[in-house]
């Protein structure tokens, strides 16, 4: 969970009352476990440690017209909650590169609130298998730069050097989170596109 005091809604609606929180800064760091102790699969088992939280983004739709926002309803209901996205940066820790570093973004949160000496704190909760399905789509979005850098390179006349290490830290990290079966089935793939060479 994750925990942050209260920013200023905004209004994004003129049609209907509808607020937007964002937050930028470093919201929390901390790490996201699987809910489960047994090994599933790679996407509900991975864990995600000493990671950064970033970006949070709620909008709320108020359960009646006269309501201020999310805060306002939670004063007279403390079991609601709200859909949100919110940005995580992860280290390769693994990986030795100066920047070993990325951001997995817009990962879908369930967003209430608590109170603490006065105040109240945003709470958030994050599925590790939200942050596996971003981190898979990543992935299988920046490979054609691994694939293709060399026409890039050659056609645009820009040297590709720190993204391609970039591109490298991430698979890894992507990499040491599959299974057995997951990593033998890519060897395989592997192993048959080298037959055509």
């Given at each position: ?13 003129d ?5 937007k ?11 996201v476990l ?9 996407r509900?088992?991975?864990?995600f ?17 006269t ?14 909650e ?8 992860i ?19 369930s967003?209430?609130?608590i109170?603490e000496?006065e ?5 958030i909760?994050?599925?590790n ?31 590709l050097?720190?993204?391609k ?21 890519l060897?395989?793939?592997?192993r048959?596109?080298l037959?055509?060479?």
């Amino acid at each position: 969970m994750i925990e942050y005091l209260l920013g200023e809604p905004i209004y994004i609606s003129d049609t209907e009352k509808v607020f937007k929180y964002r937050v930028k800064e470093n919201i929390h760091q901390g790490s996201v476990l699987p809910m489960y102790k047994d090994f599933i699969n790679s996407r509900i088992s991975s864990t995600f440690k000493e990671c950064e939280f970033i970006n949070l983004q709620l909008d709320y739709l108020p359960k009646n017209k006269t309501s201020k926002g999310f805060l306002d309803d939670f004063i007279n209901d403390n079991s609601i909650e709200a859909t949100g996205k919110i940005d995580i940066i992860i280290d390769n820790l693994n990986f030795e590169v100066f920047n070993n570093r990325f951001c997995v973004r817009e990962v879908k949160t369930s967003v209430t609130l608590i109170k603490e000496k006065e105040k109240y704190y945003w709470k958030i909760k994050i599925n590790n298998y939200d942050i596996f399905d971003i981190l898979e789509e990543k992935v299988n979005n920046i490979l054609p730069i691994l694939s293709y850098c060399d026409l890039y390179e050659k056609e645009i006349g820009i040297s590709l050097t720190t993204e391609k290490n970039k591109v490298k830290m991430i698979l890894d990290f992507y990499l040491n989170l599959l299974d057995k079966n997951k990593k033998n089935s890519l060897i395989e793939q592997v192993r048959k596109a080298l037959l055509y060479l």
